[in-house]
């Protein structure tokens, strides 16, 4: 089992920035790959970032140049540093993994962008 808890999210105004962590607990080495996703009202939920253990990364194409995946192999813990925030990026962020057993998410983390 796999548990993760997001943290940091809140509210800003356009322009601003944010970061995110997920921390992850149990049996964390089995996950190889860590991704953060966004869920918007009324849409489906999608990758924004990933992260592999070695530390290479993927980005959507919209958040490339404006957010940073990170890892903290030490402490377990993923981050996401979102700059120039807009308020489509309004969404419940979540981040994930996936082993063996199956995939784990987290309860999520609210980020509001306000214009």
């Known amino acids: 089992q796999v548990q993760f808890v997001e943290s940091g999210g809140g509210l800003v105004q356009a322009g601003g920035s944010l970061r995110l962590s997920c921390a992850a607990s149990g049996s964390t080495f089995s996950i190889d790959v860590i991704g953060w996703y966004r869920q918007a009202p009324g849409k489906q939920r999608e990758l924004d970032a990933a992260i592999r253990r070695g530390g290479s990364t993927n980005y959507k194409d919209s958040v490339k140049d404006r957010f940073t995946i990170s890892r903290d192999n030490a402490k377990n813990t993923v981050y996401l540093q979102m700059n120039s925030l807009k308020p489509e990026d309004t969404a419940v962020y979540y981040c994930?993994?996936?082993?063996?057993?199956?995939?784990?998410w987290g309860q999520g983390t609210q980020v509001t962008v306000s214009s």
């Open positions: 994930n993994g996936v082993n063996f057993y199956g995939s784990y």
